[in-house]
């Protein structure tokens, strides 16, 4: 049974730049989640999505956003890249009503 | 903030020994969860306990909470140099399909 898979592992852009990261959630979950990580910190939510929408917002920019695909996949893209975007991006996925989010090895993402 | 606080901030402790980890939160919530990261699994999830209790086991891991106090404890017993990692204290309001995570206990277990 694969767990949530992430793509790439690793990433470097520029700053002004966009970027796309995929997401594979676990079998049988439908709904996903994604992170933001600092160096040394804790992560921060970003937003869910569940049914193809977006559930839940955290306090992130408009320059970020997601889509979900029927297969439950997702996306996360950055538009204009800024260098405080670099961090380790987390994507978690869930069964609607679980309580307990599965995260992915996450995309390291580096600003220049 | 709604982020929870753990403390200490570091531990470093002998193989054999525990370690305990406390953490304090703001808000209500539903349940707190306890999660470990490490660099070569990533993060992973140890222990859910609802608001309606306050205490629960799993393997070498005792959880306690106190809604009261607004305050949870992890105790690993026996560790291992495997359970060298940062551990979150991670919760979630009523309502809300977000994890609030703190900052980390960054344990080191020395061999």
């Known amino acids: 049974d694969a767990g949530v898979t992430q793509s790439p592992t690793h990433l470097i852009k520029t700053r002004g730049q966009q970027v796309t990261l995929r997401c594979s959630p676990k079998?049988?979950?439908?709904?996903v989640s994604w992170y933001q990580q600092a160096l040394g910190q804790g992560p921060q939510f970003i937003f869910q999505?569940?049914?193809?929408?977006?559930?839940q917002r955290g306090n992130f920019p408009d320059r970020f956003s997601g889509h979900q695909f029927p297969n439950y996949s997702s996306e996360l893209n950055v538009n204009a890249l800024l260098l405080g975007d670099s961090a380790l991006y987390l994507c978690?996925?869930?069964?609607?009503?679980?309580?307990?989010?599965?995260f992915g090895p996450g995309t390291r993402l580096l600003v220049l | 903030s709604q982020q929870g606080e753990e403390d200490p901030q570091a531990l470093s402790i002998q193989e054999g020994e525990n370690a305990t980890m406390n953490c304090s939160y703001k808000?209500?919530?539903?349940?707190l969860q306890w999660y470990r990261q490490n660099s070569g699994r990533g993060l992973v999830h140890l222990i859910l306990?609802?608001?309606?209790?306050r205490e629960k086991h799993s393997g070498r891991l005792r959880v306690t909470l106190d809604t009261s106090k607004k305050s949870s404890s992890l105790l690993i017993t026996a560790s291992r140099a495997a359970d060298t990692a940062s551990y979150f204290c991670?919760?979630?309001?009523?309502?809300?399909?977000?994890?609030?995570f703190g900052k980390g206990t960054k344990l080191s277990v020395i061999p």
């Open positions: 991670v919760f979630s309001g009523a309502g809300s399909y977000q994890l609030t």
């Open positions: 978690a996925s869930s069964w609607t009503g679980g309580e307990t989010q599965y």
């Open positions: 999505y569940y049914e193809e929408e977006e559930r």
């Open positions: 079998s049988g979950h439908d709904t």
């Open positions: 306990i609802r608001s309606n209790e």
């Open positions: 808000t209500s919530i539903n349940n």
